[in-house]
């Protein structure tokens, strides 16, 4: 297993490289890749949990593979929301609750069918906030703080 960055023009999803022998396939998340291989390879229609299968739930491996780590991503749901926090910075300013550079986020919603998707950063001297629809970008809006965004969010939400 692999992980791929920069694969397609949303190069902040990763995606997700199975090879067995001869056989491979890149799909969106870890269990599809690993089912669709398996599929392949046995022509059978068995799904595998994919942190199963790579031992994510053993607890030796848990531990080699954090060693050094200083932070994990952050991925949970809130409401019809899904939020993945895939980078921290931390500053003095309480206005922006001590986010600082490095901060990167992105917020998932479905609306109609339709998904959206909103990437915040926080970077030396702006924050920007990329609205994604259908998974292409439609706006980048940059400011001097993170509320400058937040309040064209609050008024712009049908984007």
């Known amino acids: 297993m692999t992980v791929v960055i920069n694969y397609s023009e949303n190069s902040f999803l990763p995606r997700f490289y199975c090879e067995c022998g001869s056989f491979s396939s890149i799909k969106q998340d870890l269990t599809t890749a690993i089912s669709t ?41 809130l409401g019809e929301y899904k939020i993945f926090v895939f980078g921290v910075g931390s500053s003095s300013n309480s206005e922006w609750n001590n986010g600082g550079p490095g901060y990167k986020s992105s917020l998932v919603r479905t609306v109609n069918g339709i998904s959206f998707l909103y990437v915040s950063t926080i970077e030396d001297g702006f924050c920007a906030l990329e ?14 703080s993170p509320n400058e965004k937040s309040d064209f969010v609050a008024n712009k939400r049908g984007i």
């Open 131 to 144: 609205v994604y629809k259908e998974f292409k970008i439609k706006n980048r809006i940059e400011g001097s």
């Open 37 to 77: 291989v398996y599929k392949e390879i046995f022509n059978n229609q068995t799904r595998y949990s994919g942190n199963l299968v790579l031992g994510w739930t053993n607890e030796s491996i848990i531990e080699r593979l954090s060693l050094d780590v200083l932070f994990v991503p952050i991925s949970l749901s």
